[in-house]
């Protein structure tokens, strides 16, 4: 399974971008995940949702500002992004695992997608 990951740029501290994420083809997914890279860190989780959307989880970094989505049907994920900060700046990865629990931990996720570049001016 091949993702692919847009909706990246560049945007003022305070304003809103969405990511989307999809899939080559469909198969079973239990949880997909989005998780950042920012210049000089480690890859961090951003959020997560199981399959079904029945459960999500989010980084406390961005709770109550990001509101991860998904289409089981289509087999995409959407990171709606609000109220964003310069601290938000790095590359997003969307990921899929495909058996549960899930998890925060990238090492647990099957497959990534190239990233997009997110952006955010102060």
């Known amino acids: 399974v091949q993702l692919q990951a847009s909706g990246g740029g560049l945007v003022q501290a305070g304003g809103s971008l969405r990511l989307s994420c999809a899939a080559s083809?469909?198969?079973?997914?239990?949880?997909r995940g989005w998780f950042r890279q920012a210049p000089g860190k480690e890859r961090e989780f951003v959020a997560a949702i199981t399959w079904s959307g029945k459960t999500t989880d989010y980084a406390d970094s961005v709770k109550g500002r990001f509101i991860i989505s998904s289409d089981d049907a289509k087999n995409t994920v959407d990171l709606q992004m609000n109220s964003l900060k310069p601290e938000d700046t790095a590359i997003y990865y969307c990921a899929y695992r495909g058996s549960s629990p899930m998890l925060r931990d990238p090492s647990a996720y099957d497959y990534w997608g190239q990233g997009t570049l997110v952006t955010v001016s102060s």
């Open positions: 083809r469909r198969t079973f997914i239990y949880a």
